[in-house]
């Protein structure tokens, strides 16, 4: 027996069918947060290593701030990349 499926749900003319998102933002913000992210990792991570053991925040969080900006800029980084390749194959 067949599963009833729930209805398609209709487009409703305004909005585009093939929506695309704009290359030229996503460029700009990229090369912005691509190096600040960057810089703000080597920044955890000079003060993760000088920090004290009675430091406040200590060494584990700094190291925990220092790994997520890192994650954040090889997000940017990969969003660059794709970015441009995009921007090349539409020219």
């Known amino acids: 027996m067949r599963k009833a499926t729930t209805p398609r749900q209709w487009r409703s003319g305004t909005e585009p069918r093939f929506a695309r998102s704009d290359l030229k933002l996503r460029f700009l913000l990229s090369v912005l947060f691509t190096p600040l992210f960057a810089l703000t990792t080597a920044a955890f991570a000079y003060f993760a290593a000088v920090a004290g053991p009675t430091s406040v925040p ?11 900006c890192f994650v954040l800029t090889v ?5 660059l990349c794709v970015v441009v390749r995009r921007r090349r194959v539409e020219l």
């Open 58 to 68: 200590s060494r584990g969080t700094l190291v925990g701030f220092a790994i997520a």
């Open 75 to 79: 997000i940017a980084t990969i969003d």
